[in-house]
């Protein structure tokens, strides 16, 4: 196995912000908006260390674009849309609908989506595409069944789904991605992996991003975990090395307790060993700084 740098570590960790979202899933309505707005700002305020996403039913968009205008806790994030601009498609939301209502993110491939939807690696695909034109960032979910993991085709399935759904996604664009690894056997279970199994899964991914793009695009895109996250977890599987954030379900429909899961968060943490500035490490490499900022 190579080893890395403590310090690459460090820069690559501390150059990715960590992304916390909420997928209300078809929860809330337009009139609940503002005070979950309300109560998230009273719990949190301002934040900058990290960023934080709220993600609501299409119908309560604007009403939550609004509230987050005063209360500027979270930007904005859509559950899907269509990968066509417009045209005969009842029932279905374009990407620049979602840019004309100031939204910054949208979830794609949820397991919802390719589960009850009928959704496939190939329309993930060209919505992710549609989305990044549009000026959309993408949170692209993937994961395996229970049945998966339980056949150790962890690897395969996540490649495939990561390969086929950055088919032809232009290198630069890269950059505006987030991954979430949901594996589906913790989604709205209880069931969380443990912070060893998601990291491993993260790991993974990001060496799939990096032969898909390369190793430095790949250091620097964020992969969030979803799957049963809640206040009392949050801590312990963030503080992974390749895990960059949580995509929160159902613990994120209560403001308050959603507001506590990012606490540690922001707490400040060392991840180098205390080695003076200006030495060179055991790697060799130049230290220029040990401890990340908050
Ligand atoms: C999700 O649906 O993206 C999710 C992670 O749900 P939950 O937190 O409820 O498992």
């Known amino acids: 196995m190579i080893m890395k740098s403590p310090v690459k570590v460090a820069v690559e960790m501390a150059a990715r912000k960590k992304i916390i979202a909420a997928n209300w899933k078809m929860n809330l309505t337009h009139r609940e908006v503002k005070s979950y707005a309300d109560v998230l700002w009273a719990e949190v305020g301002v934040v900058n260390e990290i960023e934080v996403i709220l993600i609501p039913p299409f119908t309560a968009i604007p009403a939550l674009a609004e509230a987050l205008e005063k209360n500027p806790v979270a930007r904005l994030g ?10 005969a498609f009842t029932g279905e939301i374009s990407a620049p609908m979602l840019r004309a209502l100031y939204v910054n993110y949208v979830v794609l491939g949820h ?26 960032q993408p949170i692209v979910c993937v ?20 390969q086929e759904g950055l088919k032809g996604v232009n290198s630069r664009h890269f950059h505006d991605l ?27 991914i990001r060496s799939v991003i990096a032969s898909v793009s390369d190793p430095s695009t790949a250091a620097r895109l964020r992969i969030q975990y979803g799957g049963s996250v809640k206040p009392e977890n949050a801590e312990e599987l963030l503080r992974q ?22 606490k540690g968060v922001r707490r400040p ?10 030495a060179k490490d055991e790697f060799g490499v130049f230290v220029v700084f040990h401890v990340l900022p908050k």
């Not at 919802?112 to 549009?134: C, H, Q, Y």
């Not at 994961?143 to 789904?161: H, I, P, S, Y």
């Not at 991840?271 to 500035?277: G, K, L, R, S």
Request: net charge negative.
């Open 78 to 87: 859509a559950q899907n849309m269509h990968w066509e601009k417009c045209g």
């Open 111 to 136: 397991s919802e989506r390719r589960r009850l939807f009928g959704g496939t690696d190939e329309m993930v695909n060209r919505k992710i595409i549609a989305a990044l034109s549009a000026g959309l």
């Open 143 to 162: 994961g395996e069944t229970l049945a998966e993991r339980n056949d150790e085709r962890v690897e395969e399935v996540l490649k495939r789904q990561i």
């Open 178 to 204: 987030v991954i979430a690894y949901e594996p589906l056997w913790a989604i709205g279970t209880g069931r969380t992996a443990t912070p060893e199994e998601a990291q491993e899964a993260h790991a993974f």
């Open 241 to 262: 090395q390749d895990i960059d954030g949580a995509l929160v379900g159902g613990a994120s429909l209560d403001a308050r307790s959603f507001g506590r899961e990012w």
């Open 269 to 278: 943490r060392a991840v180098c060993p205390p080695i003076m500035p200006g």
